[in-house]
Structure formats: structure tokens, C-alpha cells
């Protein structure tokens, strides 16, 4: 069952609400061993009720994964910074000269937590660098033990954000790994039953008419090819399928040439570029699929042989199927498309518009047909 979108960064959000919560409890022991030093011990109490009323908030507010946007991580790295920057009048300069810790102490390091946790290493150093300024413009001397918190909190958020990120890309990689199972199992299912009834039925039809003479014989060919075809698919080995390297991850880009030249024959002819014509994986199945459609058209309508051309312009690819057979009529593309006879609206032109390319039918009366499929090399 998939995951919940942001699950993996759950702990990470609930460990930021007792983060928090415990250095807001450090404010207090302090507040009160430091009472008596404080230039308005009362404003220290309101502004520590403050801390703890926006810890609330916070620790609410991140626990929904609707609310972890913009307008919230800006809020609190605003009142982190608002309770940092009164520290020198409510504590006062001359207790900060004789080491009384300012109010924010690790409390101010939520907000870099908390954008690290959202966006990641860069989020986090930024509020890191924001928090830690703003904690230096309150001291009057600036001192090793000053720069070291800085180096801590910078180090929080990078941390932090790099820990974020691996939960979030662990998540994406299960969820697809997730997926993948459930269409193995899916196409397994599908593959016991097409075995069952429709593999077996074309089986049957290519070995009794295999033999036979004429328009039966040319049946049990196709049916055969058919055959060959869907088991091939139901076993995820179609050849319109990515490429595999030999350290087993997917091919980047297939040559093209290699996914048409199965469709060579006495009947076909292929024309192709000397060297490789690369197309992305996706790309180059459905031009090549279309193709094949093109082709078996030629086969029923036809009779004859075809002629493939395999033309490489650089940033466009175009393969262009010509026929001497009768030519298509004037309206009769229409008319099939309204009769439920989807072979070139579909299986032609659908497949070639999902890769944002183009389909060209130049055809007339007794002179033949030809189609030019052509597919952009870049994909938007």
C-alpha cells in the first residue's frame, strides 16, 4: 500500500515539536536562575509566555502537511527573530556583558530546523544565517563562544536539510518500487488470462492454417506474428521497450533504427541512416508502434510492398511509409473514424501527437500512399 505523501518526514516534523518544547523548558530554568539580573524581569516573562504560546502554534501548525508553506515558516522565523532582537533590552546590555544568555538560546534554532525539514540544505543555511545575524547584532563583544553557536546552528540546518532530503527521495523511490509491484502483479494477472484464452485461440489458427493455400494461409501468418507479438508484451520484452545497460539500469536512448528493423522483409523495404538515430525510449516505441500500424495497413489494403525511410534532421526525426497501393478516397479516413475503425487516428496519429510530433498522409486514386511521421528529438 503507498506511503502517504510526506510520510518519511513525519518524525522529522514530530522531533522538531519536541525540539522546542525541551528548549523552551531550558528558557525557563534559565529565566529563573538569572531572574534577579535582568533590566525588566517582567518583559522577560511576558515574552517568555510569548515563546511558549508560538511553540504551541508551531508544533500544530507543522503537524499539517497543508500548513508547512511559506506563510507559516516565514511567521516563525519572524518571531524568532522579533524574540532574539529584544533580548538586549529586556535582559539588558550589561548582563549580556557578564555572560547571561540571551532569550533565544537554542530555542532561536526552530526555525532552521524548520526549513531545513521543508526545503532542504540550501532553506536551512539561509535560516541559519539569518538567525545566527541577528543573535550577533545583540552583543557588544563578539567571541569565540559567539562564532561557535553560529557554527553549530549553520551546521543544524545543513544537516538536518540533508537528512530531510534522503527521507524524501527514499520516499519517491518506494513509491515507484510500490507501483512497479502492483503492475508486475496487474500484467501477471492479465498474462494468465490472455494465455489462457486469446494466445491459445491464435496458436490454434497458425498451426491448422498454416498450410493452407491463399487468404487462409496469409490468416494464419498473422495470426502467428500476433501471437509472437502479445506474448512478447505480456512478458515486458516488447521490442518498443527501453534498452537495458549491462549494469542492469535503463538506456537513456534507443536507437531507433534497431526498433524498425524488425519490420524488414521482402515486403518492406528500410531505408536508414549509416549511424544511429537516438531517440528517447518513450519516443522512439510509439514512433516505432505507429510505424508498425502504417505498415500492417500496407499489408491489409495494399498487397504490395512498402517502402520505410528513416530520415535524421537533427532536431526532428521523420519516418515516412510509402505504398504503390490504391490510394486512400477522398473522406474515407472520416468515414472510418465514425464507423469505430481506429487505425490511423489512434494508432497513428494518436500515438505520434502524445510525443508531440506530427503526421503528414499525402495519398490519390491508383498512385499510392504515403505517411510521414515526425517527432521532435527533445521532449518539453
Known amino acids: 500500500m503507498p506511503s502517504p505523501p510526506g510520510g518519511f518526514e513525519v518524525p522529522l516534523w514530530r522531533a522538531l515539536a ?54 507559516l515558516l516565514l511567521a516563525d522565523l519572524g518571531v524568532v527573530l522579533t524574540v532574539v532582537l529584544a533580548t538586549p533590552w529586556v535582559v539588558g546590555r550589561a548582563a549580556l556583558a557578564t555572560g547571561v544568555p540571551t532569550m533565544g538560546v537554542a530555542w532561536m534554532a526552530g526555525p532552521v530546523l524548520a526549513w531545513a525539514v521543508s526545503g532542504g540544505r540550501r532553506r536551512g543555511t539561509i535560516a541559519a544565517l539569518l538567525v545566527a545575524g541577528a543573535d550577533l547584532t545583540t552583543r557588544e563583544r563578539i567571541g569565540q563562544s559567539s562564532f561557535t553557536g553560529v557554527i553549530l546552528m549553520l551546521l543544524a540546518g545543513v544537516v538536518v536539510g540533508h537528512v530531510a532530503r534522503l527521507a524524501a527521495s527514499a520516499e519517491e523511490r518506494l513509491q515507484r518500487a510500490v507501483e512497479l509491484e502492483a503492475a508486475t502483479r496487474e500484467r501477471e494477472r492479465l498474462a494468465r488470462g490472455i494465455h489462457d484464452s486469446v494466445l491459445q485461440v491464435l496458436a490454434m489458427v497458425q498451426r491448422r492454417g498454416a498450410d493452407l493455400p491463399g487468404e487462409a494461409g496469409e490468416l494464419a501468418r498473422l495470426a502467428g506474428e500476433q501471437e509472437a507479438a502479445l506474448r512478447a508484451l505480456i512478458a515486458g520484452t516488447s521490442p518498443a521497450s527501453a534498452a537495458v545497460l549491462p549494469d542492469g539500469t535503463e538506456a537513456a536512448a534507443v536507437d531507433l533504427r534497431t526498433l524498425l528493423g524488425r519490420y524488414a522483409s521482402a515486403a518492406v523495404v528500410l531505408s536508414a541512416p549509416a549511424t544511429p538515430v537516438p531517440l528517447p525510449r518513450r519516443v522512439a516505441g510509439e514512433l516505432a508502434a505507429a510505424t508498425g500500424a502504417a505498415l500492417d495497413n500496407v499489408g491489409r489494403h495494399a498487397s504490395g510492398r512498402a517502402w520505410v525511410l528513416i530520415e535524421d534532421e537533427g532536431a526532428t526525426v521523420t519516418v515516412s511509409i510509402r505504398d504503390e497501393g490504391p490510394g486512400i478516397p ?29 503526421v503528414r498522409i499525402v495519398s490519390a486514386p491508383d498512385a499510392g500512399t504515403e505517411i510521414e511521421l515526425t517527432v521532435p528529438r527533445a521532449q518539453r
Open 330 to 358: 477522398d473522406g474515407r479516413l472520416t468515414e472510418a473514424a465514425a464507423q469505430g475503425r481506429l487505425g490511423v487516428s489512434q494508432s497513428i496519429r494518436g500515438r505520434v501527437a502524445d510525443v508531440g510530433g506530427t
Open 18 to 71: 519536541v525540539f522546542r518544547l525541551a528548549s523552551l523548558a531550558y528558557v525557563c530554568v534559565l529565566a529563573v536562575r538569572d531572574a534577579d539580573r535582568y533590566d525588566h524581569p517582567y518583559a522577560v516573562g511576558a515574552l517568555i509566555l510569548v515563546m511558549a504560546a508560538w511553540t504551541a502554534a508551531t508544533a500544530v501548525g507543522y503537524a499539517r502537511p497543508a500548513w508547512r508553506r511559506w506563510p
